[in-house]
């Protein structure tokens, strides 16, 4: 499999490390690309210059193989690496899966507000011209990639744009900006004993964002304890931003590298999938939540609600869509 990544900014190189040590085995080659050519030959090099300390491809002693699953020690895992390789625009779309990490305007450090609707307008119209160009290329009969990952703010309506502009098959576009925010309330979660009850089975649901649902449970949800803990995964950002640093190591890894590489193994992992008409809503897009990708497509978690949260989910949609 060859995935390429589109812009290498924080959050792209971050995502990239994180392919690069952790993906061996799912993803044979990692193209780059980015405007800034000198950063993609210093980021191409870089990469290359990480190896295990062991020569040659073997990995176990005992089994002398790339992992044998009957062997005690290696267990069938290997530990070989992408190579990543720099790629022109021209070569953007030759690949297997792409993960679109463009931005343009993010919110200085020290600005208020909603940081990750700010970017909509700006990060719109670089998705609307990688769709646009995927459906001139599917148009012409060139290949495209199978699957359109999108990272950057705001994750769900920008999965929206591509949908509209690149007119492929809703279920070939995912969103990838959940995964971190499970990990924040993860995070909380070992830290308050209130909220540890998120640790057996709670969940997060929604947008990257303002309109995120964090539930502490589903067969024992709490609406005070879930709703305390979503204002703090919802602000965890900000918190960053106040010691004077840009948020994006946690989201390029939980929600980029780790979710990927679950998504490629065909487990559950968080991520944002095309919905229509959920929760007795009116009207369709992209949502956060658990699924799977498996040979039919995604498979969404099936999961008895509890009444209040299926109203706040259903609230959360509908605000989204009036976006």
Sequence with gaps: MRLNIMALGDVGQNALLGLKLLSGGLVDEIGIYDINENL????EIEMG????ASSGDADCADCDDLGDADCADC???????PTVIAIGEDELLDCDVILFCATRGVPPIGEGGDVRMAQLEANGELVRELGNRIKGENKNGESVPELVLIMSDPVDQLCNIMLESSELQPERIRGLGLGVMNARARYFAERDSRF?????????????GKNLIVANGIENYDDEISRDLTELVVNANMRVRELGY????????SSGAL???????????YGSVYLENPFGAEGSSYFGMMSRLTENGWEV??????????????????EELRR
């Design 49 to 52: 210059q990480i190896a295990y």
């Design 246 to 253: 840009k948020p994006y190591i946690a989201p390029a890894i």
């Design 301 to 318: 978690e099936e999961l008895n609600l509890p009444y209040e949260l299926l109203l706040r989910l259903k609230e959360s949609f509908e």
């Design 259 to 269: 979710s990927i590489i679950e998504m490629l193994k065909g487990n559950w992992t």
């Design 75 to 81: 267990d069938g895992e290997t530990r070989t690496m």
């Design 196 to 208: 540890e009850s998120y640790l057996r089975g709670g969940r997060v649901f929604g947008p990257h």
């Design 40 to 43: 993609v030959k210093r980021l």
